[in-house]
């Protein structure tokens, strides 16, 4: 299947013609003091790790303590994660697994980096790179062991390929201990890689 979207197969010392010229820009604009870069990282990092993954963490924080949400994110995720005002930049569809104690998912993009944007912001270095995208087909476990997971061995792990057409959230188990708790406390347990699968969500403390 064709991937026709961003492909981000380059290093820092290795980038393709776009992103050349996107830094070559960035350069000029820098030295003209029309951008501060310092800035240009708080954006960036506020896309990264604050608005894209809380966006995952309420649909995952939903699906918790609402059990027809749930149903609905399982028999058509796009429509449901919409329903909440997230929507994929590219018309994408959503589909998203629901981890268990006999079944772990993770994701991956063997060919590229798809990724969903919206819910998840922007992907992680680790994702693109070419090692995670063939190990974590090959062996996913010793992938997860080397994040920090060392999952029961009678547990299975499921890898889901992302696509430009399909894209893939993980709804991690919710933690013990959590009854009673409302949405928002919820959401912040729900880590972004949490929701690629290669952690799990944050137990309280």
């Keep these: 299947m064709a991937h026709d979207h961003d492909h981000d197969h380059h290093h820092d010392n290795e980038l393709d013609p776009m992103a050349a010229r996107v830094r070559a820009l960035e350069t000029i604009l820098t030295q003209k ?5 310092a800035a240009l990282d708080a954006i960036v990092d506020t896309y990264e790790t604050k608005v894209g993954p809380r966006n995952g963490a309420r649909v995952v924080a939903r699906a918790w303590t609402d059990a027809a ?22 018309g994408e569809h959503m589909q998203v697994v629901f981890n268990t104690p006999d079944q772990h998912n993770m994701v991956v993009c063997t060919l590229c980096s798809c990724y969903p944007w919206s819910v998840l912001g922007l992907p992680p270095v680790w994702y693109k790179a070419p090692p995670y995208r063939s190990r974590a087909v090959i062996d996913p476990r010793g992938v997860l062991e080397e994040f ?7 547990t299975k792990i499921r890898v889901w390929d992302s696509t430009a057409e399909l894209r893939y959230l993980v709804v991690p188990m919710r933690p013990a201990g959590t009854e009673g708790w409302n949405e928002e406390r919820l959401a912040g347990l729900v880590s972004r890689d949490s929701m690629i699968g290669t952690a799990l969500a944050r137990v309280p403390a």
Excluded at 33 to 37: A, S, V
Excluded at 148 to 154: H, K, N, S, T, V
Aim: charged fraction near 20%; aromatic fraction near 8%.
């Design 33 to 37: 003091g029309l951008i501060d870069p």
């Design 69 to 90: 949400f749930a149903d609905w994110l399982r028999r058509d995720a796009t429509a449901a994660i919409a329903s909440l005002g997230f929507t994929g930049r590219q």
């Design 148 to 154: 920090g997971m060392a999952l029961p061995a009678e």
